[in-house]
């Protein structure tokens, strides 16, 4: 599967969305559902799919403990023992999750299969240095509907680093055609300040100027025990993968279980009131 090879929608299944953010390792077994049954509809449609989730409460908690992403080279020998028993834990538990979203997804008729990238993607300094690809691109044409992660990784400058899904997505986007990105989270979409303060309003659409330059000014607030960068990580792999690819691939907003989640997903628009559109200016 080469550069030209098309990937109809890839779906990250929020932390926030599928996970309590706030309580150790606790999944939220019915928006996982709701998610599943609909990754079904689009398998049933002949989408090519490909999901990403993140770790939320299985991964965040642990990596913050042990200061995964901070590295670990800098550390004297017995703090460098510990933080590997810590990147251990970290892997253990997004990787717990995986096998519960698999779980769901095989379930639900989906031939999910998850590929963990720990062991495969390299960082420098936090930056993707090596991403592995082939798996992926192997078990789409096989028909299977690849699981992907964030997950903790070694980093070749500072020992070790955490890999988000959306920093995943964004490589996956430069090597696939990929012809929409939905992000789906526990809010209704992207608003101009955190959704919890009074008077934030819903963003339908979001214009990306050649120069990363928004139609609107965005607030915007992240969760205590996040070690990635909440919504506005989201926000800037979704305006890099917007650029990237020349405005051909929008990227979404959407609630789980929402009906512009499916819209998103199975149709690549949004007709409903709920959900957010990030595009090319001018497109
Ligand atoms: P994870 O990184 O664990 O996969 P996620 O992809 O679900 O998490 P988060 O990083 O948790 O996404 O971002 C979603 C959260 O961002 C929502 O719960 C929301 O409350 C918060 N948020 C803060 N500011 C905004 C904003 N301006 N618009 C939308 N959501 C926002
Ligand atoms: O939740 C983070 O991935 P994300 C991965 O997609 C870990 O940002 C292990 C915290």
């Known amino acids: 599967m080469g550069e030209s090879t098309q990937v109809d929608v ?16 606790t999944l939220k077994l019915e928006s996982l559902r709701q998610a599943a049954a609909l990754v079904h509809t689009c398998v049933r449609q002949g989408l ?3 999901i990403v989730h993140g770790a939320g409460s299985f991964g965040h908690h642990h990596a913050k403990k042990f200061g995964i992403n901070d590295g670990s080279s800098h550390l004297p020998p017995e ?12 892997h253990l538990a997004v990787t717990k999750l995986s096998h519960l979203v698999s779980d769901c997804l095989v379930e639900n008729g989906v031939p999910a299969v998850t590929v ?6 390299k960082t420098r300094n936090g930056a993707v240095e090596t991403s592995c690809i082939q798996p992926i691109s192997d078990l789409v044409l096989q028909g299977f509907v690849p699981v992907i992660h964030g997950d903790c990784v070694l980093d070749s400058c500072k020992g070790s ?10 490589c996956l986007c430069s090597h696939y055609s990929v012809s929409r990105v939905v992000f789906l989270t526990d809010v209704d979409g992207v608003y101009n300040n955190p959704p919890e ?15 990363r330059h928004l139609n609107v000014d965005i607030g915007t607030s992240k969760n205590e025990c996040d070690v990635t960068g909440g919504i506005m990580l989201k926000l ?48």
Do not use: M, Y
């Open 48 to 50: 090519v799919c490909v």
């Open 79 to 90: 703090s460098q023992a510990q933080s590997r028993i810590g990147f251990c834990q970290t």
């Open 116 to 121: 963990s990238p720990c062991s495969t993607w």
């Open 10 to 25: 890839i779906i990250k299944l929020g932390g926030s969305s599928i996970t309590e953010k706030e309580q150790l390792e």
């Open 161 to 170: 680093a955490i890999l988000s899904g959306d920093t995943i997505i964004k």
């Open 197 to 211: 303060c009074e008077g934030s309003t819903l963003l339908s659409c979001i214009s990306v100027s050649p120069n």
């Open 236 to 283: 800037q792999s979704a305006i890099d993968i917007v650029l990237n690819s020349k405005g051909l691939t929008p990227v979404f907003v959407c609630k789980i279980g929402s009906e512009s989640a499916k819209e998103a997903c199975c149709d690549g628009k949004i007709t409903s009131k709920s959900g957010t559109v990030l595009h090319l200016e001018n497109s």
